[in-house]
């Protein structure tokens, strides 16, 4: 008897349950894809520590991060589902423009926004990048306001 998601990979199917993520890649590669994230998640560069030692359990405004996030086909350094904001961390070998930009217009297609940091910027302006990404995050066209109709106060306190 195969799990779900050996019967998907074995057909070669997008998997059904989970967050949607995924849609447009088979279930062996985003089950290869997957495992990438696992290995980087495992496996961090020093700024990806560095940044996370900050971003990690809601500490940035109280903003919920996750780190190597699967999006697709594509692995996130930072990714802030709520907001829907990609953050990604640049280092001095990576120097290709154009595949960014396609990147970017990929995750933009599927509803993400992405801000890029250098290794150089988290190293030594922590702070500022920091402060930066707080401002986008909250200056966010999907920050919801309070709802309208909140319930009573006290409703379902036990005395």
Not at 21 to 27: D, F, H, L, N
Request: with cysteine.
């Amino acid at each position: 008897m195969l799990t779900l998601r050996e019967e998907d990979v074995r057909l070669g199917s997008p998997p059904l349950q989970g967050r949607g993520r995924g849609w447009g890649v088979s279930a062996d590669a985003l089950v290869r894809v997957q495992g990438y994230a696992a290995d980087m998640r495992r496996n961090p560069t020093g700024p990806e520590k560095r940044l996370w030692s900050y971003l990690s359990r809601s500490q940035l405004g109280g903003f919920k991060f996750r780190r190597q996030a699967v999006i697709g086909a594509f692995i996130a350094d930072f990714l802030c589902p709520a907001e829907r904001l990609v953050v990604e961390i640049d280092g001095h070998t990576h120097d290709d423009a154009e595949a960014d930009r396609s990147r970017d217009a990929a995750l933009a297609a599927l509803g993400y926004r992405t801000i890029r940091f250098t290794n150089t910027d988290v190293m030594q302006n922590v702070e500022g990048v920091l402060t930066r990404l707080l401002d986008i995050l909250q200056a966010s066209p999907l920050r919801r306001a309070p709802h309208p109709n909140p319930s009573p106060e006290g409703e379902g306190l036990e005395r």
